[in-house]
């Protein structure tokens, strides 16, 4: 079974085209695996996802970018027992193993799209170029990771969204009638699963920023026109997110100081509440607008739903038996203590005398 394992070991490291290194190294954990008892004696199931796991380790620790989930597809594995034999795995040997790197991920993901050269299955007006669809991408993966998009979560769906609503931005008025589907069609990609979801929590994001730019309140934006926007909020998102993120906790008046810091002495002095329209200063504090909603984590926006446990239904038909603790809770005065410790007593002495012959 060891030699078998070393040959599978070699064969994934030549399908994946990896260097002669990656091979080796490789091969030598596999062969340290290999010598713990608990990796011995463990089902075929594991030692078959092993292999998988030396070669993740070798691409982690060199910062070649490759998934938990592409050898999954590989090797026809379950991405839970593989994730299980693998933190295993390092436990066992000690090593130190980083995490993945999400720029260099983003580039070979992308790369791997059929929509940089016309072909007979991609239209002209599908066609982009690709250092423009990688450097948007990029850039709307960055923005994902501050807003908590991409933690603890697997990061192929939340690439796949941000490379669709890059492809989409860069020609809006002819691809917005794409839908993610289709799109990966074209670009000849599986869809992952929650890609739609990661697609919906993005396109918020990007609403909530268009919310801090003057140019972009008034024009009332959904889901569906912000993507022709969204060069503008990736070239201040630096200084929308921290907007955002400040605005949500901050007091009118704060606000108000800090905009007249900003305008600077000089600027902003022939703008009064009334020129602006601001009325909401004005309002007494119970009436002011609701401010916006904070930027969060989606966990704590769409907590989970936990199941009540349902109350049980206890019938009293006045029949029960009470406890002496339970007489106890209703007496309330010193009479009624000294009246019920007089019949306990009157009770116990009855039951201790004999019964006559």
């Known amino acids: 079974m060891a030699f078998l394992g070393l040959c599978r070991v070699r064969d ?17 954990y596999y062969q340290q695996a290999y010598q713990h008892s608990g990796i011995r004696a463990a089902r075929l199931q594991k030692k ?15 910062n070649w970018p490759l998934t938990m989930g592409t050898i999954c597809t590989l090797l026809y594995a379950d991405l839970d027992v593989f994730s299980g034999t693998y933190l295993q795995m390092v ?12 720029v260099d991920l983003v580039k070979t993901y992308c790369s791997s799209f059929k929509l940089f050269e016309a072909s007979p299955s991609v239209p002209a007006k599908y066609v982009e170029d690709k250092e423009k669809m990688l450097s948007r991408t990029l850039q709307l993966v960055e923005l994902a990771d501050e807003t908590w998009l991409v933690t603890g979560r697997h990061p192929l769906p939340v690439i796949t969204a941000a490379t669709f609503l890059a492809w989409q931005s860069l020609r809006p008025s002819d691809r917005l009638t794409c839908s993610l589907a289709r799109f990966c069609k074209l670009a000849s990609v599986d869809l992952p699963y929650p890609a739609s979801s990661r697609l919906q929590e ?22 569906r026109s912000v993507v022709a926007h969204v060069g503008d909020l990736l070239q201040h998102r630096h200084t929308l997110v921290r907007k955002a993120f400040r605005d949500g906790t901050a007091e009118p008046d704060a606000l108000d ?3 007249k810091e900003l305008q600077g002495p000089g600027q902003g002095q022939g703008w009064g509440k009334e020129d602006r329209g601001d009325g909401s200063v004005d309002m007494p ?5 609701v401010s916006p ?7 704590m926006l769409k907590p989970p739903k936990r199941i009540c446990p349902t109350p049980t239904v206890s019938t009293v038909t006045g029949d029960e038996n009470i406890s002496d603790s339970e007489i106890e809770q209703y007496l309330r005065t010193p009479q009624e203590v000294r009246d019920f410790q007089r019949a306990q007593a009157a009770r116990q002495a009855a039951t201790s005398v004999p019964n006559p012959p």
């Open 293 to 299: 909603a904070l930027l969060l984590p989606p966990c």
């Open 285 to 289: 504090a119970g009436k002011r607008p």
């Open 48 to 62: 078959e996802v092993l292999v998988g796991c030396c070669v993740l380790i070798t691409c982690r620790q060199r």
């Open 257 to 259: 100081a800090r905009e």
């Open 202 to 223: 993005l396109l918020a994001v990007l609403l909530r920023l268009a919310e801090q730019l003057a140019w972009l309140q008034v024009l009332k934006l959904d889901k």
């Open 12 to 28: 994934l490291c030549r399908v994946l085209q990896l260097p002669p290194t990656f091979e080796d190294t490789a091969v030598a």
């Open 91 to 102: 436990k066992l040997l000690g090593l130190d193993v980083p995490s993945l790197c999400l």
